[in-house]
């Protein structure tokens, strides 16, 4: 269990991340930048402009706020929209399948979960450590997770 990674651990696809805030506020930059040299825009529209890039902006960083968080007590995954804390019991499986845009985790309630903290697009390879990682905390943990009754096992 030496190779486990310290807890607590946060994966995250770093690189995939600052593309997106770099672009997110170069474009706000320049957007709010042209607002401003355009001459004969009014207050309003100079404001509908910038508005509009920060709007960009936002969305870039809701993207960029991915992430699963990897405690004692369990697992949080941060993706765009939702965040979801799992006990480690509930993770049954973590997949990364060729292919696959981001890890897929599968949960005792018969359901998956995608994790989009850790996804393949920019730093494979990383993706990669990174799911072998959450893999071996979760079967780590599964099988030493105090809180877990043993009578939830029977079927």
Known sequence: ??????????????????????AGVAILLVISAVAMLLEQLGPGERL??????????????????VRVIADDSGVTVVNIASTRRLAWAEI???????GDPWVFLNLSDGTSLP?????????????????RALRALAEARAISDPETPPEQDQG
């Open 1 to 22: 269990m030496s190779d486990l990674p310290a807890l607590p651990v946060v994966f995250r696809p770093g690189r995939t991340r600052v593309v997106l805030l770099t």
């Open 115 to 131: 994790a989009l903290g850790i996804q393949p697009g920019i730093d494979k390879q990383q993706a990669i450590r990174d799911a």
């Open 92 to 98: 049954l499986q973590v997949n990364l399948r060729p």
């Open 48 to 65: 509908s402009f910038i508005l509009t890039g920060a709007l960009v902006f936002w969305v870039l960083a809701r993207l960029a706020r």
